[in-house]
Structure formats: C-alpha cells, structure tokens
C-alpha cells in the first residue's frame, strides 16, 4: 500500500507561485504514473497534470498549461507541481495521485492518493 503526502500549500496572491510536493512511502512509487488534481466545494475532482514513471512525458489541463510544470525525483520518491502566475481561479484542495497501470486523466483509473493541500490565490 502506496501512502502520498502532499505538502507545499498555502495562501499567496495572484501572480505569484508556490511548489507543492508529493511524497511516497514506498519505493515501488518510482515505477507509477502520478498525476495532480484539485477540486473545489460542491465540484468534483478535476485533472491538472500527469507524469510518467521515467519522467518523459507530461500531459497538462489547457487551464493551467505554460503556468504549471509537474515535475518528479525517483531518487526522493518525490513529485512536484511547481505552480506560477496563480490566479483566484486556481483556489482549490490540491490532490496527487498514482496511477498503476500508467498515465491516466481520469480521477477513476488512479489507485492511490494523497489527503490534500489546500492552494488559496488571493486576488
């Protein structure tokens, strides 16, 4: 059993940036895909990037392309999301996930997740 643990959330103004980590208990980690998703109150749970195993390739939501940049470090069992020009629109609880069967932009196709860091972009 796969345990992730985000970190890295927090209140900042729109323009600005912030990272958050995603950080595995196992190292079997290394060989998944692992994916960010965020969601509001009352909205369900929405795509924002995903990353292979190796790193190599990335898929983005359109909202956040050019102002987000997943990122990962097998050696730390480590995921990032480095997040810039934030705007309010980007508030949300921020989840990362892994995926073992590879990469995936449904919530559904994903087997492990985190508990959540909350991003707030103050406008």
């Known amino acids: 059993q796969v345990q992730l643990v985000e970190s890295g959330g927090g209140l900042v103004q729109a323009g600005g940036s912030l990272r958050l980590s995603c950080a595995a208990s196992?190292?079997?980690?290394?060989?998944?895909?692992v994916g960010w998703f965020r969601q509001t109150p009352g909205k369900e749970r929405i795509f924002v990037a995903v990353?292979?195993?190796?790193?190599?390739?990335?898929y983005y939501a359109d909202s956040v392309k050019g102002r987000f940049t997943i990122s990962r470090d097998n050696a730390k069992n480590t995921v990032y999301l480095q997040m810039d020009s934030l705007k309010p629109e980007d508030t949300a609880v921020y989840y990362c996930a892994a995926a073992v069967t590879g990469l995936a932009l449904r919530a559904n196709d994903y087997n492990y997740w985190g508990q959540g860091t909350q991003v707030t972009v103050s406008s």
């Open positions: 196992e190292r079997t980690f290394s060989s998944y895909a």
């Open positions: 990353i292979s195993w190796s790193g190599g390739t990335t």
